[in-house]
């Protein structure tokens, strides 16, 4: 596709359920990142892949969530017994280069959840 | 500590004005410094970036100043638009480790291009 993907956009869950957030990056991009953006926030780092490795996950608030890119293309962000404080957009980027590499990050447009 | 302080979080500028926007940081090992562009709804789109061994790029009415000893870089938008209306976000990256790097975002700056 022409730019990252991201599904559902909204997403409204009760507290208690889980919840999964898909991202589609750019086709043959390396490097796939997840943030959180809470409202009027800047985006905070969640995780990295690199191709199918994670290699970062510091930024994952709790054992709650959970990310994987099982074939180094789509991504699923999972949460499990949501939170209100989970109410955030969460964005996705993908980048065609890994590492050192200065290549820009290409945001989708998020998903909005919503913990009610 | 990964930490980029962005100031103002809100400004007003006359069309054909000049907007800037400061930021600084306190982690030397930051190595890039973007700048993101945020519509309503939409996700950051990169708008303008600089490497630390560069003290000003320009592009088009977008330019960067970046000072490093004081360790602070700055956006300037020449002839302000209302089209330029939107949330700003420095940003500035760093190896984490491992073969990875993240991107640390200010808290941003909403700016209101009034005609």
């Known amino acids: 596709g022409a730019g990252v993907s991201q599904s559902p956009r909204y997403k409204v869950a009760k507290r208690g359920q889980d919840v999964a957030l898909r991202c589609d990056p750019i086709?043959?991009?390396?490097?796939l990142f997840w943030y959180q953006q809470a409202l009027g926030q800047g985006p905070e780092f969640l995780t990295y892949f690199q191709n199918e490795a994670q290699l970062d996950k510091s930024g994952l608030p709790s054992d709650r969530f959970f990310a994987e890119r099982p074939e180094g293309s789509v991504s699923t962000l999972k949460i499990q017994r949501t939170q209100q404080e989970d109410s955030a957009v969460y964005l996705c980027?993908?980048?065609?280069?890994?590492?050192?590499?200065?290549?820009?990050?290409?945001f989708g447009n998020g998903t909005r959840l919503t913990v009610t | 500590q990964q930490q980029v302080k962005q100031s103002p979080q809100s400004l007003i500028v006359q069309k054909g004005g000049i907007s800037i926007i400061n930021c600084a940081y306190e982690n030397t090992a930051f190595d890039y410094f973007p700048w993101y562009q945020q519509f309503p709804g939409k996700g950051p789109a990169l708008l303008i970036a600089i490497r630390p061994d560069v003290s000003e790029k320009k592009e088009g009415r977008f330019t960067i100043s970046f000072n490093k000893s004081a360790k602070q870089f700055s956006l300037h938008i020449m002839d302000s638009q209302p089209g330029d209306s939107a949330t700003y976000f420095c940003a500035a990256k760093n190896y984490s480790g491992a073969g990875s790097y993240q991107l640390t975002f200010g808290k941003g700056t909403k700016l209101s291009v009034i005609p």
């Open positions: 086709s043959g991009h390396v490097s």
């Open positions: 980027a993908s980048s065609l280069e890994q590492g050192w590499g200065l290549a820009p990050l290409h």
